[in-house]
T-cell receptor, first 110, second 115 residues
Framework: DAKTTQPTSMDCAEGRAANLPCNHS???????VYWYRQIHSQGPQYIIH???NNETNEMASLIITEDRKSSTLILPHATLRDTAVYYC???????????FGTGTRLTVIP | NAGVTQTPKFRVLKTGQSMTLLCAQD?????MYWYRQDPGMGLRLIHY???????AKGEVPDGYNVSRLKKQNFLLGLESAAPSQTSVYFC??????????????FGSGTRLTVV
């Protein structure tokens, strides 16, 4: 699976949009981009995933660049409950592992 | 809907003792996984199963054994616990559809300390 690079930490003001970047320059054509988050030692929580097109669900939006070498997870109106470590993962669909790096620690500030 | 349930939630073992961690899911998922997470690190895959009666090694399988006798249960065993196995253990399940695994569901974790 392709390697991902994320900033170690980010801050975001409550109520503002949180934009979390991820670089995956070696991604191959059959690899999906997944985002998970882990809130204070709980089990990771699936957020969203995509292949080529931008995706949106009730939690977040995922913007994937046209060359697929980077993506951005957007939390449109961050709340204090969104404070967590966010993991960007690329993997082949059907593969049997999610490789979790160290992720981005997002702190939402009141 | 319970999702993925792990028992126990906390445990302290002495070096050399054995124990089994139980993971149960009620979503009829085919795939199940055991991960460990050490402080400041991401999750690392220990073992996984792609169906009842099957198991396979992940990144860090040494010192652990697993069994999947029933589809809904995935057991992780430590035969002779070592301090290096002090960690938080997470179980997860997923249901592959075609070429894409949609979202893993994780349990809340088991915090194991080996003294």
């Amino acid at each position: 699976d392709a390697k991902t690079t994320q900033p170690t930490s980010m801050d975001c003001a409550e109520g503002r949009a949180a934009n979390l970047p991820c670089n995956h320059s070696t991604i191959s054509g059959n690899e999906y981009v997944y985002w998970y988050r882990q809130i204070h030692s709980q089990g990771p929580q699936y957020i969203i995933h995509g292949l080529k097109n931008n995706e949106t669900n009730e939690m977040a939006s995922l913007i994937i660049t046209e060359d697929r070498k980077s993506s951005t997870l957007i939390l449109p109106h961050a709340t204090l409950r969104d404070t967590a470590v966010y993991y960007c993962i690329v993997r082949v669909g059907g593969a049997n592992n999610l490789f979790f790096g160290t992720g981005t620690r997002l702190t939402v500030i009141p | 809907n319970a999702g993925v349930t792990q028992t126990p939630k906390f445990r302290v073992l002495k070096t050399g003792q054995s124990m089994t961690l139980l993971c149960a899911q009620d979503m009829n998922h085919e795939y199940m996984y055991w991960y460990r997470q050490d402080p400041g690190m991401g999750l690392r895959l220990i073992h996984y199963s792609v169906g009842e009666g099957t198991t396979a090694k992940g990144e860090v399988p040494d010192g652990y054994n697993v069994s999947r006798l029933k589809k809904q249960n995935f057991l992780l065993g430590l035969e002779s616990a070592a301090p290096s196995q002090t960690s938080v253990y997470f179980c997860a399940s997923s249901n592959p559809r075609g070429q894409t695994n949609y979202g893993y569901t994780f349990g809340s974790g088991t915090r194991l300390t080996v003294v």
